[in-house]
């Protein structure tokens, strides 16, 4: 069954702490990868398409990665202002499937 | 580039009534308009796909009459929650795309907030 789990469910971490946040899918001849950045109450805001294995794409501290089976956005000495809860979704048949999220709270 | 807007951004109404939300892409034409919900804590979930000129495709289970969708012109969508209940209650967010397919990318809005009393 095609599926896309993120991990972890949520993420703590202090200012200045680099850490990487999980996208693992289970799709037969993926189309792409997106990744995207959701605050409380507001819509998704996009951040990256990945296409193919070994892709990469960075944005400020964000740079987001893709394998055959998961891709990571890694966050580099994150700033409060990066906290929110981070999306990845993927095209599966006709529409786009979201994970559940990563709910990321950077501490000052 | 790429600013999606809605209206309302909340809306409060009673049992009953209708309520309607409009999307507008407002510095590109959309192709394909997309409208999901999302519940406390979950993450987005597709109710349809509309495209300019075209009847929406619906999502299994989600009420096509309950649910109108209209795509009248390439930068404006509107969902109308007809007899809207309590459990109708939600967030409800649009996304449009300028190229249309499923692998290009969908620029979102940001969101309308529905609760039906």
């Known amino acids: 069954e095609d599926q896309v789990t993120q991990s972890p469910e949520a993420l703590r971490l202090q200012e200045g702490e680099s850490s990487s946040l999980n996208c693992s899918y289970t799709v037969s001849g993926l189309r792409g990868l997106f990744w995207y950045r959701q605050d409380p109450g507001k819509g998704p805001e996009f951040l990256f398409t990945?296409?193919?294995a070994g892709e990469e794409k960075e944005k400020e501290r964000l740079k987001a990665t893709l394998t055959k089976k998961e891709s990571f956005l890694h966050i580099t000495a994150p700033k409060p202002e990066d906290s929110a809860t981070y999306l990845c979704a993927v095209p599966l048949a006709q529409k786009l499937v979201f994970g559940q999220g990563t709910r990321l709270t950077i501490n000052p | 580039g790429a600013v999606v807007s809605q209206h309302p951004s909340w809306v409060i109404c009673k049992s009953g009534t209708s309520v309607k939300i409009e999307c507008r892409s407002l510095?590109?034409?959309?192709?394909?308009m997309f409208w999901y919900r999302q519940f406390p804590k979950q993450s987005l979930m597709l109710m349809a796909t509309?495209?300019?000129?075209?009847?929406?495709?619906?999502e299994q289970g989600v009420e096509k009459d309950k649910f109108l969708i209209n795509h009248a012109s390439l930068t404006l969508s509107t969902l109308t929650v007809t007899s809207a209940h309590p459990e109708d209650s939600s967030f409800y967010i649009c996304s449009a795309s300028d190229l249309g397919g499923i692998t290009d990318t969908q620029y979102f809005g940001p969101g309308t907030r529905l609760t039906v009393l």
């Open positions: 990945l296409y193919s």
């Open positions: 510095d590109f034409q959309a192709t394909t």
């Open positions: 509309s495209n300019e000129g075209s009847k929406a495709t619906y």
